[in-house]
C-alpha cells in the first residue's frame, strides 16, 4: 500500500555502524585546487573599497618591513664611521620606522578583520536563504545537522582564512618577493647560493599539499557527518532516553567522532611533516650563507652591515617561505569548506518557482483541483503515493479526506503546498497551475494545522503571531479565544508571554495543537488545511476547536485529513482514499448506506450509533 507521508530513516536512534565518507564525502567532488576560493569573488565585490583599503594597508607595513634591514646596515656600519649626530638620527629613524609599522599592522588588522566578518555573514545569510526555502525532498538526501556544520564550522574556517590567513599569506609574498629583489642587490653571490634551496622547499610543499587537500575536505566532512548525529540524537533525545538507547546512540557518536578524530590527526600530521621540512631546509640554507658570508667579511669582500642587511633579508625570505607553507595549509582547508558551501549554494531544487510568477484571481477565492495526479516520494520510486487522483473543490466548500494510513490523504497536503511536484498531472488553484505561480504567491492564500504541531523556542505569544507577523497582540488573543487556547496559555507563569521552551517542551501534546490552530486561525487565509488538527485534543477540547473550525469554514476553503470520523461528519463532502486513490465519494450518510470501506471505518468507530439505527 503506498504511503502518505515522506519517509523517515533512522539514523542515531539505530544501532547502525559509523557512517564511512564514501557514503558522503566521496559522493562530492574532491577539493583539487586552490582556485575553488574564487567562488569568494561575488561575495567580496560588494566591498572593493574595503578591500583596496585592506591591501594598501598590507602593502604599507609590507614596504616598511623591507626598509629595516636597510636602516639596521646604516646603524651598523655607522658605529666606526659616522658622527654621534648622524647615528642618533639613525636610530630615530628606526623608531619612526616601527612606528609606522605597527600603525600600518593595525590598520590592516582592521580593515582585514572586518572585511572576513562582513563576507561571511553574507554567506551564511546566503546558504540560509537558500536552504530554507528547499523543498523537503533536499532534507531526504542530506542531514540537518550536515547543514548546520556547514554554515557554523566551514564559515567560521573561511573567517579565520579572509580575516588572518589571506592576509598573512599577501604580506609574506610582498615581503617575500621585495626580500629576494633587495638580496639581489645587496649581494648576489649570496643570492645566488639561496635560490639553490628554492626548488628543495618547493617540492615537499607540492606533493605534500595534494594530500593535505584530500585530508582537509575529508576532516570537514567528518565533522559535519558528527553535527548531524548529535543534532538528530538530541532532538530526540526523549524516544532515545524511552528506549533506554543511551548508550547505544553514545556509541554511534562516539564512532563517527572518533573518525572525525582520526581524520583531523592525519591533517595534522601532514602538515606537521610538511613544517617541518620546509622549515629545516629554510633555515639550513640561511647558515650555510651565513657562513659563506661570514669568510666574505674576513676577506674585506663585504661589510659587516651588508652582511647582517643581507641576513636580515634572508630571513624574512625563509621566514615568509616557512608561513606560506602553513597558510598553504589553511587555504587548502578554506578551498574545501567553499566547495562545501558553493555545494549548498548551488543545489538545484526538485521545486522551483518560475521566472514570473502568476498571480492569484480575486486574492484566492479557494477553487482547487487535482487533474490525474500520479506522485511518488523520492526515496520510494516504486511504489505510488497517489495514482491517477483527480477531484475538485469548489470555493468555501469543506471537504475530508479519510482512509487508513498510508492511503495518500496527507500527501495531498504536500503536493497542495507544492513541497513536491507529481509525476504526471497538473493542480490548480483558481484555475491557475500552481507550477505557473511562486510559491510564497499561492502559500500565503493558506493556513495549516500539521498532525505534529511545530512549536518554536519562544513564548506562547510569538508562536501564534508566527501566523501573522503584524498582528496585533488582540488580535493573538482573539485567535487563541477561538482555538479553545486562551484558558490555559493565561494560566502559564507569565500567560501569553511564557516561554514555551524548544519545540514547546513545557506544553502537553493537546496545548501544541491548540496554539498550531490558533496560529492558523489569525493567518486568516481563504483555505485552511487541517491535517489530523483535533487528534490530540480532549472531548471538550475538541468540541470548543470543532465548533471554532464550523465557524471559519462557512467562509473558506477547508481541507480535513482525520482518521477520527466525528471531526468529518459534517463535511460538505468526503473522500475516501485507499492504496493512493479515491475508492468513494459523498457525505457522511451517503457514505455509511452504500457500504465500503467507510462504512467499516463508521462501523468501528460509531458502532453504538449504527447499532441504534
Same mark, same amino acid.
Given at each position: 500500500?503506498?504511503?502518505?507521508? $515522506?519517509?523517515?530513516?533512522?539514523?542515531?536512534?539505530?544501532?547502525?555502524p559509523?557512517?564511512a565518507?564514501?557514503s558522503?564525502?566521496?559522493?562530492?567532488?574532491?577539493?583539487?585546487?586552490?582556485?575553488?576560493?574564487?567562488?569568494?569573488g561575488?561575495?567580496?565585490?560588494?566591498?572593493?573599497?574595503?578591500l583596496?583599503a585592506?591591501?594598501?594597508?598590507?602593502?604599507?607595513?609590507?614596504?616598511v618591513?623591507?626598509?629595516?634591514?636597510?636602516?639596521v646596515r646604516?646603524v651598523?656600519?655607522?658605529?666606526?664611521?659616522?658622527?654621534?649626530?648622524l647615528?642618533?638620527?639613525?636610530f630615530?629613524?628606526?623608531?619612526?620606522?616601527a612606528?609606522?609599522?605597527?600603525?600600518?599592522?593595525?590598520?590592516?588588522?582592521?580593515?582585514?578583520?572586518?572585511?572576513?566578518?562582513?563576507?561571511?555573514?553574507?554567506?551564511?545569510?546566503?546558504?540560509? @536563504?537558500?536552504?530554507?526555502?528547499?523543498?523537503?525532498a533536499?532534507?531526504?538526501r542530506?542531514?540537518?545537522?550536515?547543514?548546520?556544520s556547514?554554515i557554523?564550522?566551514?564559515?567560521?574556517?573561511?573567517?579565520?582564512?579572509?580575516?588572518?590567513?589571506?592576509?598573512?599569506?599577501?604580506?609574506?609574498?610582498?615581503?617575500?618577493?621585495g626580500?629576494?629583489v633587495?638580496?639581489?642587490?645587496?649581494?648576489?653571490k649570496?643570492?645566488?647560493?639561496?635560490?639553490?634551496?628554492?626548488?628543495l622547499?618547493?617540492?615537499?610543499?607540492?606533493?605534500?599539499?595534494r594530500?593535505?587537500?584530500?585530508?582537509s =575536505?575529508?576532516?570537514q566532512?567528518?565533522?559535519?557527518?558528527?553535527?548531524?548525529?548529535?543534532?538528530?540524537?538530541?532532538?530526540?533525545?526523549?524516544?532515545?532516553q524511552?528506549?533506554?538507547h /543511551?548508550?547505544?546512540?553514545a556509541?554511534?557518536?562516539?564512532?563517527?567522532t572518533?573518525?572525525?578524530?582520526?581524520?583531523?590527526?592525519?591533517?595534522i600530521?601532514?602538515?606537521?611533516?610538511?613544517?617541518?621540512?620546509?622549515?629545516?631546509l629554510v633555515?639550513?640554507?640561511?647558515?650555510g650563507v651565513?657562513? !659563506?658570508?661570514?669568510?666574505d667579511?674576513?676577506?674585506?669582500?663585504m661589510?659587516?652591515g651588508?652582511?647582517?642587511?643581507?641576513?636580515? *633579508?634572508?630571513?624574512?625570505?625563509?621566514?615568509?617561505?616557512g608561513?606560506l607553507?602553513?597558510?598553504?595549509?589553511?587555504l587548502?582547508?578554506?578551498?574545501?569548506?567553499?566547495?562545501?558551501?558553493v555545494?549548498l549554494l548551488?543545489t538545484?531544487d526538485?521545486?522551483?518557482?518560475p521566472?514570473?510568477?502568476?498571480?492569484?484571481?480575486?486574492?484566492?477565492?479557494g477553487?482547487? +483541483?487535482?487533474?490525474d495526479?500520479?506522485?511518488?516520494?523520492p526515496? =520510494?520510486?516504486e511504489s505510488?503515493?497517489?495514482?491517477?487522483?483527480?477531484?475538485?473543490? =469548489?470555493?468555501?466548500?469543506t471537504?475530508a479526506?479519510?482512509g487508513?494510513?498510508?492511503?495518500?490523504?496527507?500527501?495531498?497536503?504536500?503536493?497542495?503546498?507544492?513541497?513536491? @511536484? $507529481?509525476?504526471?498531472?497538473?493542480?490548480?488553484?483558481?484555475?491557475?497551475?500552481?507550477?505557473?505561480?511562486?510559491?510564497e504567491?499561492f502559500?500565503?492564500?493558506?493556513?495549516?494545522?500539521p498532525?505534529?504541531?511545530?512549536?518554536?523556542?519562544?513564548?506562547?505569544?510569538?508562536n501564534?503571531?508566527?501566523?501573522?507577523p503584524d498582528a496585533?497582540?488582540?488580535?493573538?488573543?482573539?485567535?487563541?479565544?477561538?482555538?479553545?487556547?486562551?484558558?490555559?496559555?493565561?494560566?502559564?507563569?507569565?500567560?501569553?508571554?511564557?516561554y514555551?521552551?524548544?519545540?514547546?517542551?513545557?506544553?502537553?501534546?493537546?496545548?501544541?495543537?491548540?496554539?498550531a490552530?490558533?496560529?492558523?486561525?489569525?493567518?486568516?487565509?481563504?483555505i485552511?488545511?487541517? @491535517?489530523?488538527?483535533t487528534?490530540?485534543?480532549?472531548? /471538550?477540547?475538541?468540541?470548543?476547536?470543532?465548533?471554532?473550525? +464550523?465557524?471559519?469554514?462557512?467562509?473558506?476553503t477547508?481541507? !480535513?485529513?482525520?482518521?477520527r470520523?466525528?471531526?468529518?461528519?459534517?463535511? @460538505?463532502?468526503?473522500?475516501?482514499?485507499e492504496?493512493?486513490?479515491?475508492?468513494?465519494?459523498?457525505?457522511?450518510?451517503s457514505?455509511?448506506a452504500e457500504?465500503?470501506l *467507510?462504512?467499516?471505518?463508521?462501523?468501528?468507530?460509531?458502532?453504538?450509533?449504527?447499532? +441504534?439505527?
Open positions: 500500500m503506498a504511503a502518505s507521508g $515522506p519517509p523517515t530513516t533512522p539514523r542515531s536512534g539505530a544501532s547502525l559509523a557512517p565518507p564514501a558522503a564525502a566521496e559522493q562530492r567532488e574532491k577539493s583539487r585546487r586552490i582556485g575553488s576560493l574564487k567562488a569568494l561575488p561575495f567580496l565585490a560588494p566591498y572593493k573599497g574595503l583596496a585592506a591591501f594598501g594597508a598590507l602593502v604599507l607595513t609590507a614596504f618591513s623591507l626598509t629595516i634591514p636597510l636602516a646604516r651598523v656600519d655607522g658605529f666606526e664611521t659616522s658622527s654621534v649626530e647615528l642618533d638620527k639613525y630615530l629613524a628606526l623608531v619612526v620606522v612606528i609606522i609599522f605597527a600603525g600600518g599592522a593595525a590598520l590592516r588588522f582592521y580593515l582585514v578583520t572586518r572585511l572576513g566578518e562582513r563576507v561571511v555573514a553574507d554567506i551564511r545569510k546566503a546558504v540560509f @536563504d537558500r536552504m530554507i526555502g528547499m523543498s523537503p533536499f532534507f531526504e542530506i542531514m540537518t545537522g550536515e547543514v548546520l556547514r557554523t564550522t566551514d564559515t567560521t574556517l573561511l573567517l579565520s582564512v579572509i580575516s588572518s590567513s589571506v592576509s598573512i599569506a599577501l604580506r609574506n609574498l610582498l615581503i617575500l618577493l626580500g629576494l633587495l638580496m639581489f642587490f645587496t649581494s648576489a649570496l643570492s645566488g647560493a639561496v635560490l639553490l634551496i628554492v626548488p622547499v618547493i617540492v615537499p610543499i607540492v606533493l605534500l599539499g594530500r593535505l587537500r584530500v585530508l =575536505r575529508e576532516s566532512d567528518w565533522i559535519a557527518e558528527s553535527s548531524g548525529n548529535a543534532s538528530e540524537a538530541l532532538l530526540s533525545v526523549q524516544t532515545v524511552a528506549f533506554t /543511551e548508550k547505544p546512540s556509541a554511534q557518536f562516539d564512532a563517527v572518533e573518525r572525525s578524530f582520526d581524520s583531523a590527526r592525519k591533517r600530521a601532514t602538515r606537521a611533516i610538511m613544517t617541518i621540512i620546509v622549515i629545516s633555515f639550513t640554507g640561511i647558515v651565513l657562513w !659563506i658570508g661570514a669568510r667579511v674576513r676577506a674585506e669582500a661589510s659587516v651588508e652582511l647582517i642587511q643581507f641576513l636580515i *633579508y634572508a630571513i624574512m625570505v625563509g621566514g615568509s617561505v608561513a607553507s602553513e597558510i598553504w595549509g589553511e587548502q582547508r578554506a578551498s574545501g569548506a567553499t566547495e562545501r558551501l555545494e548551488n538545484k526538485t521545486v522551483e518557482d521566472a514570473e510568477g502568476r498571480a492569484l484571481t480575486q486574492g484566492g477565492r477553487s482547487i +483541483a487535482f487533474e495526479v500520479v506522485f511518488h516520494y526515496t =520510494r520510486p505510488h503515493a497517489l495514482g491517477g487522483v483527480s477531484f475538485t473543490i =469548489r470555493p468555501g466548500e471537504v479526506l479519510v487508513p494510513s498510508g492511503a495518500g490523504k496527507s500527501t495531498v497536503f504536500q503536493l497542495l503546498l507544492r513541497f513536491y @511536484d $507529481p509525476g504526471s498531472g497538473r493542480i490548480t488553484l483558481d484555475g491557475v497551475p500552481l507550477t505557473e505561480m511562486r510559491r504567491t502559500r500565503s492564500a493558506m493556513a495549516l494545522v498532525q505534529d504541531p511545530v512549536i518554536f523556542a519562544a513564548s506562547a505569544r510569538e501564534i503571531r508566527f501566523g501573522r496585533t497582540d488582540a488580535e493573538v488573543e482573539a485567535a487563541a479565544r477561538a482555538a479553545a487556547a486562551h484558558d490555559f496559555l493565561v494560566e502559564l507563569p507569565q500567560g501569553y508571554d511564557t514555551v521552551g524548544e519545540r514547546g517542551l513545557m506544553l502537553s501534546g493537546g496545548q501544541k495543537q491548540r496554539i490552530i490558533a496560529r492558523a486561525i489569525l493567518r486568516d487565509a481563504p485552511l488545511l487541517l @491535517d489530523e488538527a487528534s490530540a485534543l480532549d472531548a /471538550e477540547s475538541e468540541r470548543l476547536v470543532q465548533d471554532a473550525v +464550523a465557524r471559519l469554514s462557512e467562509e473558506r477547508t481541507l !480535513i485529513v482525520a482518521h470520523l466525528a471531526t468529518v461528519k459534517q463535511a @460538505d463532502r468526503i473522500l475516501v482514499f492504496g493512493g486513490r479515491i475508492v468513494a465519494e459523498g457525505t457522511h450518510d457514505l455509511v457500504g465500503g *467507510y462504512a467499516r471505518l463508521a462501523r468501528l468507530q460509531f458502532t453504538e450509533g449504527l447499532a +441504534a439505527e
